[in-house]
């Protein structure tokens, strides 16, 4: 069912599937072999990379996405996603660059979450401006989130804040 390699056909599926039953050598050798079928399609390769990252093979997994990523400028989510494998495994320089170009590429899809997640990366770092000013970001449009604001006025007077703590939001 899932040989052709068009995007419409359930890869997803298949890879959540097969990691329930715990399946992880099976689904990425499947995954790499339509994936050499098929280098273009964006539906496996997101996949594998993610079957990668459930079979425990982290730097595999950021490879993969740098293909991916690579072959398709814009796409935001495969930043956020490497991202987010990045900063799991304190890489968080590199989080932070994953970040930036995925709020620059996002547009309609942008998560104002992630703009918050960009400035706790920033006030890991050091980078006070840059903390601030993805904090003042975030805030425009989650303004009652008063531990960011606590954030922003530590970093308005040269202190580095302690990261604030999520808050619920429905923003997205």
Not at 26 to 47: C, G, Q, R, Y
Not at 139 to 161: M, N, R
Request: glycine share 6%; proline share 5%.
């Amino acid at each position: 069912m899932i040989e052709p390699g068009t995007d419409r056909l359930p890869y997803y599926f298949y890879r959540n599937t097969l990691k329930k039953a715990g399946k992880y050598d099976e689904m990425v050798a499947t995954l790499e072999d339509l994936s050499k079928k098929h280098p273009d399609n964006v539906s496996i390769s997101s996949n594998l990379a993610a079957g990668y990252v459930d079979a425990g093979a982290k730097d595999k997994a950021i490879e993969q996405l740098k293909k991916l990523i690579a072959a398709n400028k814009n796409v935001s989510w495969a930043n956020r996603q490497l991202g987010d494998l990045y900063k799991g495994m304190d890489r968080n320089e590199e989080a932070a660059q994953c970040y930036e170009q995925s709020l620059k590429t996002a547009g309609f899809f942008l998560d104002v979450n992630l703009r918050k997640q960009l400035g706790d990366l920033y006030v890991k770092l050091g980078k006070k401006t840059e903390a601030q000013a993805a904090y003042e970001e975030y805030l425009k449009a989650v303004p009652s989130d008063t531990g960011v604001a606590d954030a922003v006025k530590t970093l308005k007077e040269g202190k580095l804040p302690a990261i604030p703590p999520d808050a619920p939001s429905r923003a997205r």
